[in-house]
C-alpha cells in the first residue's frame, strides 16, 4: 500500500484530479470531485503495475453528496441534521460499529459472568470508554445515545439478576 500511496504523490495524480486519499493499512478512499471512473481505471492500472489488487467486492464509486458509504467503521455522506432540518455532508458511527459495541457489551454482562462487579464495570467502562475515544469525530449524538441507554439498561438488568431484585431493579 505505501507503494501505491508513494506513486499517488510523485506522480501528482491527487493534485492533477484535485482528489484526496484516506488511507488506513491496506484500505483507502479516493475523495475527488467529477470524474471518478478516470480515478478509478488509474487506481487499477497503478495497482496492477505494482503487483497489487483491488478488491472488487470492497470496491465502489459513490456521490457521497447523494449516498453514505461506510470506512474505517464510520458512515459518511449525507446525513439529516435534527436540529435545523437540513442535510450535510458528515460523519457518524455506522450501524455495524455500534451494533459490535452492543453485543461486545452484551457478552460481557452475561448471567454467566461471576466476576466481581468492580472488574465486570472495569471492562465495561474500558471498552465504552475507548469506543467513544475513536468516534470522536463526526454527528454522534445519536450514536452514544443509542450506546448509553443499551448500556444503562444491561448494566441494571445484570445487577438486578445477580442481586436477586425482583422487577426491572429500579427500586
Known sequence: MNRFLKHWRLTGFGDAFQAHVISYA???VILRCGRAV?????TKAVMTKLGLTLNEAKTSLRNARQERFDFL???SGVHWFEVNGKWHLGARPSKKSV???KTRVGELLVPSNI????EVRDKLNRSLRGWSNYFDYGSRSKAYRSVDQYA???VRRFLARRHKVQGRGNR
Not at 38 to 42: I, S, V
Not at 115 to 118: G, R, S, V
Request: proline share 10%.
Open 26 to 28: 491496506d484500505d483507502f
Open 152 to 154: 444503562f439498561e444491561r
Open 73 to 75: 467503521g464510520y458512515s
Open 38 to 42: 478516470e480515478a478509478l481505471a488509474w
Open 99 to 101: 451494533q459490535r459495541l
Open 115 to 118: 466476576d466481581p462487579w468492580p
